[in-house]
C-alpha cells in the first residue's frame, strides 16, 4: 500500500471532493450508457476518488462507482507530452497484440483514446481551469486485484539473493519484447516529432539549466574559474532549502560539489556515447520504453523462483523514431537505463553485479544477435548515463524550494545524492573487473546461441506477410505464447547456470 505522504499532490485538483477533477473528466468522458461496465458518472455523488501514486509527469488517481472503477491520469502543469497520443497506441498494441500485459484505455468525447483538458467549462472559474487547460488526460481500466508494484530497494525483493535473479532477468528480457511488440505502429507517428536527441543529451543539460538556473555554457565546465561561477551561484540559493530532511541532505551534497561531479560526468558521457556512435552508428530501434519500478507490475512464485509480469504502464515514457525522423537511438541504451534502477541499491548505493548480469542475460536470450564491442562499450556509458539522469530528475523535485518559490504541487521527494554514491561505486567496481568480459562470458554461452536462434526466427516472421495476416485475424498474441514459451523451456533446462 502507497502510504499517504509519498504521494505527489495538487490542492486544486483534490478541493472540495475532487470537484475539478470530476468536472474535467465528466466533460471528456460523459456518460453514455451506465449499464456499460466502464461507464462512470464523475459528477456523481456516488462515486468516490482517491489518490495513487504519482510520477514527476503525471497525477494519477482511481475513480470508483458501485463495481466499476477506472483509472484517471493527468498530465501536471508544465509538462507537454506531445509523445502521449502514440504512446496509447503503443498500449493498445500491446494489450491486443502481444504477451506483454496492459490496460484497456477507454475512448473519450471525440473517441480519441486521449483528451485535452479544455479551457472552458460550466460552473468552473476560468482562473482555476487555466492551470490545467491544454494538458493531456486519459482513462484506463484499473488492475483487478491492485498494481503488483516492485519495491525500489532492492533488499525488499521477495525471495532473497534468487528472487532478485530471477526478477531481473524477466525484466531484461522484457526491455526487447516491448520494442518488439510495438514496431508496428511506427507508421503512426506523428510527422512533427522531434527525436533529433535520442541519447537525451540535449534534454538532459535543459534540465540542469532550468533546476539552477545557469546558462548552457556553465553547463559544460569547461575551465576552473567556470566551477568556480558555478560554486558561487549555487552558494546564494543554499539558503533558501528547508528543514526536511531531503531538503538537508540535498543541501550537503550541492555544498560538497555534487552538482559538478554530475555535470561532469554528463559531459564526459556525450563526448564518449557521440563518438562511439559516429564510429559505429546504431542499428534503427524505432520503439523505448523506461523499465523501471514504477512502470512494471510483477507476482513472485517462490516455489519455482519465477517472476510473471502482470502489468505494464506508463508507457508515455516511450521514445520513438524511424529512419525518415531519424532517431537511431542504441536498444542498449535502455538496457543501461534499466540497470540504473535495478543494478544499485536505492539506499546504499550499492552496486549488484550479479543483478546486473542477470539482467543483462535476459536481455541477450531475446536479442537475434550478438552485441558488438562498441555497443558492450556504449552500455557501460548508458548506465552511467541513466545514473545522471536519476539526479537531474530528482533535483528537479527541489527546483521551486531552491529558488524561493514554494512550489503548488507537494511533490514525493526523495535524495539526488545517492546517484553520486551509485556512480561511485560502479566505477569502483569497474577498476577491478572487465567490462567486456563480464559481457562475452554472457552471450559467447552455448546456451545463449539457441536463445538466438529464437529470436532470429522471431525476427524473420515479423517481417513476412504471415506476420500481418496473424496481427490482422487477432492471432498474433499465439504466436508470441509460443516464441515465450521456446524460450522459457531454454532458460528452464539452464536454471542452475548462472552464465550457462
Same mark, same amino acid.
Given at each position: ?26 466533460? $471528456?468522458?460523459? %456518460? ?23 510520477? @514527476? &509527469? ?16 493527468? *498530465? ?65 481500466? %484499473? ?7 516492485? =519495491? ?69 565546465? @569547461? ?28 543541501? @550537503?551534497? &550541492? ?46 512464485? =517462490? ?15 516511450? $521514445? ?67 545514473? %545522471? ?28 545524492? *545517492? ?11 569497474? /577498476? ?22 529464437? $529470436? ?18 487477432? /492471432? &498474433?498474441? $499465439? ?15 539452464? /536454471? ?5
Amino acid at each position: 500500500m502507497i502510504k499517504e505522504n509519498t504521494i505527489a499532490r495538487h490542492p486544486e485538483l483534490e478541493q472540495n471532493n475532487f470537484d475539478l477533477l470530476r468536472q474535467i473528466f465528466a466533460h $471528456a468522458y460523459p %456518460v453514455k450508457n451506465l449499464d456499460r461496465s466502464n461507464d462512470i458518472d464523475f459528477l456523481s455523488p456516488a462515486t468516490t476518488i482517491k489518490v495513487v501514486n504519482s510520477g @514527476r &509527469l503525471s497525477f494519477a488517481f482511481i475513480a470508483q462507482q458501485n463495481e466499476n472503477q477506472a483509472f484517471l491520469k493527468m *498530465v501536471k502543469p508544465g509538462f507537454v507530452r506531445s509523445n502521449i497520443p502514440f504512446s496509447v497506441l503503443c498500449t493498445e498494441e500491446c494489450r491486443l497484440h502481444s504477451t506483454i500485459p496492459t490496460f484497456k484505455t477507454y475512448p473519450g468525447a471525440n473517441g480519441q483514446l486521449y483528451q485535452i483538458v479544455s479551457a472552458k467549462l460550466a460552473n468552473v472559474s476560468a482562473n482555476l481551469l487555466s492551470l490545467f487547460s491544454g494538458q493531456t488526460i486519459t482513462l484506463t481500466e %484499473v488492475a483487478k486485484n491492485g498494481i503488483d508494484s516492485l =519495491p525500489e530497494t532492492l533488499t525488499a525483493i521477495p525471495g532473497g539473493q534468487r528472487g532478485q535473479i530471477a526478477l531481473m532477468q524477466t525484466l531484461g528480457e522484457y526491455i526487447v519484447k516491448v520494442s518488439d511488440a510495438m514496431q508496428s505502429v511506427t507508421c503512426h507517428l506523428p510527422a512533427d516529432i522531434d527525436t533529433a536527441d535520442p541519447a537525451g543529451f540535449i534534454l538532459g543539460r535543459q534540465i540542469a539549466q532550468d533546476i539552477f538556473q545557469i546558462s548552457h555554457a556553465l553547463t559544460y565546465l @569547461r575551465t576552473n574559474h567556470d566551477r568556480r561561477i558555478l560554486r558561487a551561484h549555487i552558494e546564494q540559493y543554499l539558503p533558501n532549502l528547508g528543514q526536511s530532511h531531503e531538503a538537508q541532505a540535498f543541501k @550537503r551534497g &550541492l555544498e560538497e560539489n555534487q552538482l559538478e561531479i554530475i555535470l561532469a560526468r554528463f559531459n564526459q558521457l556525450e563526448e564518449n556515447i557521440n563518438a562511439s556512435l559516429a564510429q559505429t552508428p546504431a542499428q534503427n530501434v524505432p520503439i523505448h520504453n523506461e523499465i523501471k519500478p514504477a512502470n512494471v507490475g510483477a507476482i513472485y512464485d =517462490p516455489r519455482i523462483n519465477q517472476w510473471r509480469i502482470t502489468q505494464s504502464f506508463d508507457f508515455d515514457n516511450i $521514445a520513438f523514431g524511424t529512419h525518415r525522423n531519424g532517431d537511431h537511438t542504441p536498444l542498449e541504451k535502455d538496457l543501461g537505463r534499466t540497470l540504473s534502477f535495478f543494478a544499485f541499491d536505492a539506499i546504499t548505493g550499492e552496486f549488484s553485479p550479479t543483478n546486473a548480469q542477470a539482467t543483462v542475460k535476459g536481455f541477450l536470450q531475446r536479442l537475434p544477435r550478438k552485441l558488438n564491442v562498441d555497443e558492450i562499450d556504449r552500455l557501460k556509458h548508458y548506465v552511467q548515463l541513466g545514473l %545522471v539522469t536519476s539526479y537531474l530528475w530528482r533535483a528537479s523535485y527541489f527546483a521551486d524550494e531552491l529558488h524561493g518559490q514554494p512550489g503548488r504541487i507537494q511533490l514525493a521527494r526523495i535524495n539526488p545524492n *545517492v546517484h553520486v554514491f551509485q556512480l561511485e561505486a560502479f566505477e569502483h567496481w569497474l /577498476t577491478s573487473n572487465n567490462w567486456h568480459r563480464f559481457i562475452s562470458a554472457l552471450q559467447e554461452a552455448p546456451a545463449m546461441a539457441q536463445h538466438r536462434l529464437i $529470436a532470429a526466427e522471431a525476427l524473420r516472421f515479423r517481417n513476412s506477410s504471415e506476420y500481418r495476416l496473424k496481427r490482422n485475424s487477432g /492471432t &498474433l498474441k $499465439a504466436y508470441y505464447e509460443h516464441i515465450d514459451a521456446a524460450h522459457e523451456m531454454i532458460s528452464n533446462a539452464h /536454471t542452475d547456470q548462472s552464465t550457462y
